[in-house]
């Protein structure tokens, strides 16, 4: 009985859908949005403690990848080392979001939910990928993008926060 050694098929790289060309749109404006908050904020720098800007640096790194990431092709060496990067920085955003809580005279508030939900959801993202299991994976990107990343961003701008200050002033 002979058998015959195929070569595996290539991977086919999954086009960005609809959503996530939506996804990747808000993630520029809400870049665009916060860089135009930093600028005009600029004269009180001074005053933000460094824990703000260790929690911005974090986040702008996220934000900025999330389109490159969504749009481009993905499952090469580039893809999954900018996954590595994004991961981290989600990870250690959320991390450093709970040494952050000015707005509420030291207490929590309900954005910290999202913050638990990314210190268990980004290791399980890297897991997902790293086991190739890519609808689990894109499933959890997507999820941690929308509620993470874009609507606990989005929550930054009102309600007071130094960014919505900035922004709005």
Request: hydrophobic residues 60%; without cysteine; charged residues 15%.
């Amino acid at each position: 009985m002979a058998t015959v050694m195929e070569k595996a098929a290539p991977r086919q790289a999954l086009a960005a859908d609809t959503y996530e060309k939506i996804l990747s749109a808000l993630a520029i404006l809400l870049l665009l949005t916060v860089l135009a908050a930093l600028l005009r904020g600029m004269p009180y720098w001074g005053r933000v403690p460094l824990l703000v800007w260790a929690h911005l640096a974090t986040i702008l790194p996220a934000l900025a990848l999330t389109p490159v990431m969504l749009l481009r092709p993905r499952g090469d060496a580039l893809h999954r080392l900018l996954g590595k990067v994004w991961v981290a920085a989600m990870f250690l955003t959320a991390v450093i979001s709970f040494g952050v809580r000015l707005s509420r005279n030291g207490s929590l508030s309900f954005i910290h939910i999202i913050s638990a939900y990314v210190i268990v959801a980004a290791p399980l993202i890297w897991w997902t990928a790293r086991n190739h299991q890519a609808a689990r994976h894109r499933r959890s990107v997507r999820g941690m993008v929308t509620g993470a990343l874009l609507v606990a961003g989005f929550f930054t701008l009102p309600f007071g926060r130094l960014l919505g200050r900035w922004l709005f002033a």
